[in-house]
């Protein structure tokens, strides 16, 4: 009776520690496959959002605390603390997000940069759409709009205390490169360029060649209209 009884007491033990050990592989497979490098670069199916991103205004800040993908995208990813029914659900939601785009790779809609950003509008749309039905809770998680305090513009904090209150607030009509900013963002080239940590050639810099061809363009339609007038 005494044996069986730490016999149970043993089995329990062991079962736990079994436990332990295969929520902490889980947790960090989990954590892995929400990693910001995972998530841009897995499948390169992201590489036009992934670009995005590093033009964004999280990928780099001024204190250097950022924020990566599924700080943004996941449920509860930037809360700190969570309890077991907010894991689940996040795991639900990135069960769905994760699957669509290796759909998309595997059905071969996502697989090249040109069908990645011909798709993006209506992802960042729909993206747009989950955000507002939660409030952008992800956001709030990290920016306590209470808390706000702006030496320089104080106006700045006065009118986000407003939206503190306000679950309706749409952050991204005013904010809308706080994740992604595709401006400029032409071919996989210049994704690339992003990626690798560089920068898109400089506005000044393509405008200044843009000028240059409409010049010799200018210059070729004179030498036509001269040579049409030559021939006359
Ligand atoms: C600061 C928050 C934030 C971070 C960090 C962030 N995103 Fe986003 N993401 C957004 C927002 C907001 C949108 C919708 C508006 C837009 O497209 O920019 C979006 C849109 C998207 C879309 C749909 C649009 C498209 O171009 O396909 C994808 C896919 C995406 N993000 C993936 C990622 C990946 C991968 C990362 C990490 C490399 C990431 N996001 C990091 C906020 C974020
Ligand atoms: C993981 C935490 C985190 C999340 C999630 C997050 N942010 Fe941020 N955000 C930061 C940090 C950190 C900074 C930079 C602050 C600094 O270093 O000065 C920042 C900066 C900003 C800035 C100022 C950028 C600039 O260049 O002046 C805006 C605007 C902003 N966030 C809006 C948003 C919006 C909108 C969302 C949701 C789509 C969001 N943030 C999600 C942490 C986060
Ligand atoms: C009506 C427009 C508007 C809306 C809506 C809005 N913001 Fe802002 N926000 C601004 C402006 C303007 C600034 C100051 C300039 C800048 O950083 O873009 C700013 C600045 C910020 C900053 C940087 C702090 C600073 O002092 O510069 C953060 C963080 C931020 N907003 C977060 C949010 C979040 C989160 C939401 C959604 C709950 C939100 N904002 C909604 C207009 C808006």
Known sequence: MKN???????VGLVGAVIGIVAFGIFNSVVHWAGSTQFCGTFC???????????????AATPSGYTA???DCHLKYGSHHSINGFQYVGML?????????SFFGQVAGHLNTFDKQKELAPELSKEVHEWMKSTGFANCRACHDLNKMKNAKNPDVATFHKVFANDMKADCLECHKTAGHDYKGINTQADADLLIAGKSLPTAASSEAA??????????????????SAAAK
């Open 4 to 10: 069986c009884k730490k016999g149970a007491i043993l």
């Open 210 to 227: 843009a000028s240059e061809a409409a010049s010799s363009e200018a210059a070729a339609s004179e030498a036509a209209a001269s040579s």
């Open 92 to 100: 639900v939601h990135k069960a769905q997000s994760g699957s669509k």
């Open 68 to 70: 990566g993908c599924s």
């Open 44 to 58: 390169h199916s992201m590489d036009y959002v992934y670009a995005a991103y590093h033009q964004g205004q999280h």
